[in-house]
Each structure stands twice: as structure tokens, then as C-alpha cells.
């Protein structure tokens, strides 16, 4: 026995199209917004550590030396543990001295960058970056540095200091960087 379907009718017709019209607006409008995330990085060889730009000295007074800058590099690196942003006592012990140089130094400003592992989704570190770069922020500000001076800067797992899967490489990528800006129209005098 064979089972005919019923006429469409050119108003019911009408009435589906407006359905499936309305039900892909409903849809659309319940997409969550979309997050631009920097791009991945072109690695070299393996293990190379992509360098950061250096700021230019001899944009700054006169006593701010290169030789300033290299003690500045001596601890301009935090880490966390996994999952984390929550500052240990050897981050916290190196931000003070973060915030002792740079209110030495106030022409300077910083990006603070946040990184994490590469155990988790990409979405997942970014905003675990971004939490680690805030909580350091939040450190320097209370510490006396005017947040009109520091930015953050999430990176998440796109820029690992190491590459290997072992435990010991990816406490290396659990960090936060601290990296030296020349304020615009800082000039030596």
C-alpha cells in the first residue's frame, strides 16, 4: 500500500520557508560573539626561543645604560603552577624587584605577558595567559607602578619557551614575561 504525501500548497509552502527563515535568524542570533586570537607562530628550529624586541637605550636619560636593561632581564620572568594564576612567593619576590627598578626608571613602560602550557585548548590558555598577566598588573600597581605604564598581553600557547611534553618543559611555558617599552617622546637629554 503505498503512502502518498499531501499537496504542498503554495501558502503552507510560503508558511515553511518563513519557519526555517525564522529559526536560522534564532540560531544566528545565539552564536557567541567570536574572540580574534593573535596567530600561531612560525617556529624555527626546534627548542629556539623567539626573541622579543629589545627596547632602544639611547632613547632614554642619560644614567638608563644597556647595563640597566641586562640587570632588568635577570628577573623579568615569573612562573606559575598549572592551571594557575596565582602568583607564587618567588613571583611575588620578583616582581618587587620589578617594581623597585622600574620606579627608578619611569620613562619606561611594560608589557606584561602572560603564557601557559601546551596541556589545554587553545581558548583555555589564551584566557589563562591573560589571567596571569592581570594578576601580575594588579602586583605592580599595588607596588607603587601607575597602570598607565603596563599593558597585558596574553599569548596562551602560542609562543612556548620550550616544545618537549615533559614536565620539565612545560613548567618553563607556566610563565609571565615582563618586557621593557620606551614610552613614545622619552628622549635622552
Same mark, same amino acid.
Given at each position: 500500500?503505498? *503512502? !502518498?504525501?499531501?499537496?504542498?500548497r503554495p501558502s503552507n509552502l510560503w508558511l515553511l520557508r518563513l519557519s526555517?527563515?525564522?529559526?536560522?535568524?534564532?540560531? !544566528?542570533?545565539?552564536?557567541r560573539p567570536t574572540q580574534m586570537l593573535p596567530p600561531a607562530p612560525i617556529?624555527?628550529?626546534?627548542?629556539?626561543?623567539?626573541?622579543?624586541? &629589545? =627596547?632602544? =637605550? /639611547?632613547?632614554?636619560?642619560?644614567?638608563?645604560?644597556? !647595563?640597566?636593561?641586562e640587570r632588568f632581564a635577570q628577573f623579568s620572568q615569573i612562573y606559575f603552577e598549572r592551571n594557575s594564576a596565582t602568583l607564587t612567593d618567588a613571583a611575588r619576590k620578583t616582581l618587587d624587584a620589578q617594581? &623597585?627598578?622600574?620606579? &627608578?626608571?619611569?620613562?619606561?613602560?611594560? /608589557?606584561?605577558?602572560? *603564557?601557559?602550557?601546551?596541556?589545554? +585548548?587553545? &581558548? *583555555?590558555?589564551?584566557?589563562?595567559?591573560e589571567q596571569r598577566a592581570a594578576?601580575?598588573?594588579?602586583?605592580?600597581? +599595588?607596588?607603587?607602578?601607575? =597602570?598607565?605604564?603596563?599593558?597585558? +598581553?596574553?599569548?596562551?600557547?602560542q609562543r612556548p619557551a620550550a616544545l618537549?611534553?615533559?614536565e620539565a618543559s612545560q613548567k618553563s611555558n607556566r610563565r609571565g614575561e +615582563?618586557?621593557?617599552v620606551v614610552a613614545r617622546g622619552a628622549s635622552a637629554h
Open positions: 500500500m503505498k *503512502h !502518498a504525501l499531501p499537496e504542498a526555517v527563515l525564522a529559526l536560522c535568524g534564532a540560531l !544566528a542570533a545565539c552564536q617556529f624555527g628550529i626546534q627548542g629556539a626561543r623567539q626573541s622579543t624586541p &629589545e =627596547p632602544n =637605550p /639611547s632613547a632614554l636619560r642619560d644614567d638608563a645604560t644597556r !647595563a640597566d636593561f617594581a &623597585e627598578w622600574l620606579r &627608578e626608571y619611569p620613562e619606561v613602560h611594560a /608589557s606584561l605577558q602572560g *603564557h601557559a602550557d601546551l596541556l589545554g +585548548t587553545r &581558548e *583555555h590558555q589564551f584566557a589563562l595567559g594578576a601580575m598588573k594588579f602586583y605592580l600597581v +599595588t607596588r607603587g607602578i601607575g =597602570p598607565e605604564r603596563l599593558t597585558i +598581553t596574553s599569548f596562551g600557547k618537549n611534553l615533559d +615582563t618586557v621593557l
